[in-house]
């Protein structure tokens, strides 16, 4: 293809990470009245890491219930779910105090609360997946260099000079999005003063099953099943203590670790390689521009307290490929005004909640005023007693979130 010429395209999506990846095999498998399938651009700037990772140093994340099941819907449970190790049960305390409550899927009808999978063996699969898509073009490493809406259509320029022109551009690039920054979208922003750090651990006791959210007095700690007895950690903290906490060798390092744990996996023995990023809520104010989306952490950066992040972007994934899906069913522009808004009136409820929740849940569980103490272990306390008021956070865990349109 020569620098100069001007492909066409159907989707363009920026950024090949979860999100984008997922979102390209999902949009592959629709088909127009024609039965012809969709064109799709996936643009990623980093080259990917082809070779999977020491299981012990990888990074996993939480897939709620519901978002397997919409991995399933659109037929890519099947590539994740030999990675998986399964959450039976969660059980949430906070540090110091008695409050304390669980959640189990036996409660609920269910084999599962959610699913954890090492995030390197995930791209692995997504990876494959797109490789054998032949109408996903992947352009990797690819630097978008400018991008100029028109009415027919949004013509994205690289920095390699190939051209594209695409009746839908989404933007899956991250908390930093180009895409965002290039139409000046307004964002709400709130730092936390907290930093996450992330790895692997094991643990005397294998976890079997059993996810911990542990309120700290620096910040929720969070201890998800992985296979092979390991847990993944994420752990947040003041940031003016993460420096510190970083600077410890393991054996230090566990030992903090024990202390603002306990001992309900037993001694922690090993530690992988750890990894700290700052905590900002990043929420874009409104995620739409012409014939363009915002999904996923473009869209929202969220705490890490309860496991929202991947989740809250999987509902924004699942309902815009339904949303173009019923475009295409009734010959209309996928990227024109009323399917993109119609899209975001789905969205807009489950996007406000959820950032309001993962914040107020951050903030609250960070503080240590003495009847905000008191205030949150009653609730923890009643939650633990009585099953009808666990139903607002078992919703929200779950991932079953009604989506209506206003």
Known sequence: ???????????????????????????????????????????????????????????AIALSAGTCEALARHGLWSRFAPHCAPITDIHVSDRG?????????????LPALGQVIELSAAGLELQQGIAAC???????????????????????????????QTRLLVA?????????????????????????IIATVKTAEDPAGRAFERFTE?????????????SSLVWSVARDQADALMALDDAAFLARLQQAFGWRLGRFERCG?????????????????????????????????????????????????????RALAAGEDIGSFEVLSGYWRQRRDDQDHTIWLTSALAQLFSNGHGPLVAGRNLALSLMGRFACLKGPLAAQTLGFVNQTTR
């Open 1 to 59: 293809m020569s620098q100069s010429s001007l492909v066409h395209v159907d989707v363009a999506i920026v950024g090949g990470g979860m999100s984008g990846a997922v979102l390209a095999l999902s949009l592959a498998a629709l088909r127009g009245p024609s039965g012809a399938p969709l064109q799709i651009l996936l643009l990623e700037a980093s080259a990917p890491e082809l070779n999977a990772h020491p299981g012990f140093d990888a990074r």
């Open 218 to 230: 620096g910040g929720p700690l969070a201890l998800l099943p992985m296979q092979d007895g390991l």
């Open 273 to 325: 390689a750890r990894h700290r990023y700052p905590l900002v809520l990043t929420a874009a104010d409104y995620p739409l521009a012409q014939r363009t989306v915002l999904v996923g952490n473009a869209a929202h950066l969220l705490h890490p307290i309860a496991g929202q992040g991947f989740n809250l972007g999987m509902r924004d994934l699942d309902l815009l490929t339904q949303a173009v899906a």
């Open 172 to 196: 899956a690039d991250g908390g930093n999005s180009f895409v965002r920054q290039h139409f000046k979208m307004p964002v709400s922003r709130h730092d936390y003063e907290q930093s996450a």
């Open 97 to 109: 105090h008695l409050g304390q409550a669980r959640l189990s899927a036996v409660e609920y009808g």
């Open 134 to 164: 032949p109408q996903i073009q992947l352009r990797c490493p690819a630097q978008l260099a400018t991008i100029v809406p028109l009415e027919e259509g949004v013509t994205l320029t690289l920095a390699s000079g190939e051209r594209y």
